[in-house]
Nanobody, 121 residues
Framework: QVQLVESGGGLVQAGGSHDLSCAVTGSILRVYTMAWYRQAPGQQRELVAQITRGGVENYRDSVKGRFTISRDNVLNIVYLMMHSLRPEDTAVYYC???????????????WGQGTQVTVFS
C-alpha cells in the first residue's frame, strides 16, 4: 500500500517563508514525477510545481521565482520551499506522485491527504 505523508503546513505571515515535505512510503519500485497542487476554498485544485525523476522542474507562473521544488530519489521525498508568501497562496497543499509498486507494471498516481497553509497579512 503506497502512502504519501505530508508535513509542514501552518500559519505564515505575508512575506515570510515556509517549507513543505512529502514522503512516499510502501512497496515502491520507483517514483516518477512528483508534484505539489493546491486548492483554495471555492477554487479548483491547481498545479503549483512538479519535478521529474531526472530533476526537471515546472512551476505555475504565479509562484515562479518564489517557490522551489526539490526531491530526494533515495528517500522518496519531495519538498516545496516557499518564499515571499502572499495571502493568495493560502490553500490546502496536496502532494502527488506517480508511483510504480514492486509487484506491478506501470505506475499509478497517488495523493497525500493535504496540509493547510494560511498566509496572513
Amino acid at each position: 500500500q503506497v502512502q504519501l505523508v505530508e508535513s509542514g503546513g501552518g500559519l505564515v505571515q505575508a512575506g515570510g517563508s515556509h517549507d513543505l515535505s512529502c514522503a512516499v512510503t510502501g512497496s515502491i519500485l520507483r517514483v516518477y514525477t512528483m508534484a505539489w497542487y493546491r486548492q483554495a476554498p471555492g477554487q479548483q485544485r491547481e498545479l503549483v510545481a512538479q519535478i521529474t525523476r531526472g530533476g526537471v522542474e515546472n512551476y505555475r507562473d504565479s509562484v515562479k521565482g518564489r517557490f522551489t521544488i526539490s526531491r530526494d530519489n533515495v528517500l522518496n521525498i519531495v519538498y516545496l520551499m516557499m518564499h515571499s508568501l502572499r495571502p493568495e497562496d493560502t490553500a490546502v497543499y496536496y502532494c502527488n506522485a506517480d508511483v510504480q509498486e514492486t509487484d506491478r507494471e506501470g505506475y499509478e498516481p497517488y495523493w497525500g491527504q493535504g496540509t493547510q497553509v494560511t498566509v496572513f497579512s
